[in-house]
C-alpha cells in the first residue's frame, strides 16, 4: 500500500505564486509517473502535469508556461510551481502516483486533495 501527502494549497491573489508538494510513502518498490490533477467546482477533475520518473514531463496547455512540475525521486516526492494564477486555476488539487509496491503490485494512487483558491 502507498500513501499519497500533499502540502502548499492556500488562498493567494491573481499573479501570486504556490508551490505544492505530494510525498509517497508506504511499502515502495518504484514510483512510476507522478503527476497533478485538478478539479473546480462542477468541471471533471483534469490533468495538470505529470512526469515520468525518467524525467519526461507534459502539461495541460492552460498552464504551460506558468507551471513547472518536478520531482526527487531519492524522496519519491512531486512538486507543482504554479506562477502567474489565474482565478481559473481554482480548484482543489490532487496528486496522483503510479508506483510499485510490495508485493510487486502495479497501482494508481491518489492524494486527499489540497484546495487551491485564487482571487481576482
Known amino acids: 500500500q502507498v500513501q499519497l501527502v500533499e502540502s502548499g494549497g492556500g488562498l493567494v491573489q491573481a499573479g501570486e505564486s504556490l508551490r505544492l508538494s505530494c510525498a509517497a510513502s508506504?511499502?515502495?518498490?518504484?514510483?512510476?509517473?507522478m503527476g497533478w490533477y485538478r478539479q473546480a467546482p462542477g468541471k471533471q477533475r483534469e490533468l495538470v502535469a505529470a512526469?515520468?520518473?525518467?524525467?519526461?514531463?507534459n502539461y495541460a496547455d492552460s498552464v504551460k508556461g506558468r507551471f513547472t512540475i518536478s520531482r526527487d525521486n531519492a524522496k519519491n516526492t512531486v512538486y507543482l510551481q504554479m506562477n502567474s494564477l489565474k482565478p481559473e486555476d481554482t480548484a482543489v488539487y490532487y496528486c496522483?502516483?503510479?508506483?510499485?509496491?510490495?508485493?510487486?503490485?502495479?497501482?494508481?494512487?491518489w492524494g486527499q486533495g489540497t484546495q487551491v483558491t485564487v482571487s481576482s
Open positions: 496522483n502516483a503510479d508506483a510499485l509496491s510490495v508485493p510487486w503490485v502495479v497501482s494508481e494512487y
Open positions: 512526469v515520468t520518473s525518467g524525467g519526461r514531463m
Open positions: 508506504g511499502r515502495i518498490i518504484r514510483v512510476n509517473t
